[in-house]
């Protein structure tokens, strides 16, 4: 069975410009969060969607949204990127929005490089 | 004071010792803490999760609580270079889905 799947690997922006990073849970699990982690940093937690609605928001900027479609995937987007946006985007998958956190399953990430 | 204090390293240790990783923590309220293994280029891996104070055994891997100093440690038994990654520690709240992490700790097991 494929685990949690991310794209792209990895991607260069530039100050100002808007991205999309997407992510696909392991079938059957119908929760998706996302986490920044800023390198020498742990994972900090931005989104949980269920369903299609956002159960949980962590301490980000209105520059960050996301939206999960009706097969579970989902996508983060940042409008207006800082430099201190370039991070390591984990999304991190669960059956339910009522599961433990020791329940997740990360994705290998996205790497987001600003200039 | 952050929540989840962890020693970033490196720690360097020959193939076959003993590791000891340690994180501190400031949350009284009740709760669980997991330990996550990373790779280089990768997601976080769950190695191990426990609830309560005492130790929980996992091949050679032990997690140990100390809930009265707030303190928790993950032992890795005969290492490998292949338990070269970083370790993250977290902590999360009995029903609650958001892990909060530690900076994590990198180890190297030189051969």
């Known amino acids: 069975d494929a685990g949690v799947t991310q794209s792209p690997t990895h991607l260069i922006k530039t100050r100002g410009q808007q991205v999309t990073l997407r992510c696909s849970p392991i079938?059957?699990?119908?929760?998706v969060s996302w986490y920044q982690q800023v390198l020498g940093q742990g994972p900090q937690f931005i989104f949980q969607y269920y369903e299609k609605e956002e159960r949980g928001r962590g301490n980000f900027p209105d520059r960050f949204s996301a939206r999960q479609f009706p097969n579970y995937s989902s996508e983060l987007n940042v409008n207006a990127l800082l430099l201190g946006d370039s991070a390591l985007y984990l999304c991190a998958s669960s059956f339910s929005d009522r599961q433990g956190a020791h329940e997740q399953y990360f994705g290998p990430g996205t790497r987001l490089t600003v200039t | 004071q952050k929540e989840v204090e962890q020693d970033p390293g490196p720690l360097s240790v020959p193939e076959g010792a003993i590791v000891s990783l340690n994180c501190t923590y400031s949350n009284s309220a009740f709760q669980y803490f997991m330990w996550y293994r990373q790779y280089s280029r990768k997601g976080p891996e769950l190695l191990m999760y426990t609830y309560s104070s005492g130790n929980k055994e996992d091949g050679r891997f032990t997690a140990q609580v100390d809930k009265s100093s707030k303190y928790i440690s993950l032992f890795i038994r005969d290492s490998q270079p292949s338990d070269s990654a970083t370790y993250l520690c977290?902590?999360?709240?009995?029903?609650?889905?958001?892990?909060?992490f530690g900076r994590g700790t990198s180890l190297i097991v030189h051969p």
């Open positions: 079938s059957g699990h119908k929760s």
């Open positions: 977290a902590r999360a709240s009995g029903g609650s889905y958001i892990p909060t």
